[in-house]
Nanobody, 126 residues
């Protein structure tokens, strides 16, 4: 059974930084694309960033470009999201997703084959 577990969410002030981590098991991690999604109360789910098998293949939502960095450590089966210059509008529950359906510069989408973590809460105060 695939297990995806996120950690690192916290309450921070605007302009601060956080690093989210995600550990995935039960799949071939180094041959799996990975992604981060987020959802705020009353808002639709949003694809934040994704990364392919190779660390050089990365994509970001326009709202986080230049501020967030996605990376992976295949030896540890771990995915990261470094979040800098955080804004109140970044407040959301962040989800790690294994095997997203689409990871491109235009769209980050999750389909029925994707595996989701339980999420970790990020709250940015003004």
């Amino acid at each position: 059974q695939v297990q995806v577990v996120e950690s690192g969410g916290d309450l921070v002030q605007a302009g601060g930084s956080l690093r989210l981590s995600c550990t995935a098991s039960g799949l071939t991690f180094d041959k799996s694309s990975m992604a981060w999604f987020r959802q705020a109360p009353g808002k639709e789910r949003e694809g934040v960033s994704c990364i392919g098998w190779l660390s050089g293949n990365t994509n970001y939502a326009d709202s986080v470009k230049g501020r967030f960095t996605i990376s992976r450590d295949n030896a540890k089966n771990t995915l990261y999201l470094q979040m800098n210059s955080l804004k109140p509008e970044d407040t959301a529950r962040y989800y790690c997703v294994a095997r997203p359906y689409l990871c491109s510069s235009q769209q980050i989408l999750a389909g029925s084959a994707a595996h989701w973590g339980q999420g970790t809460q990020v709250t940015v105060s003004s």
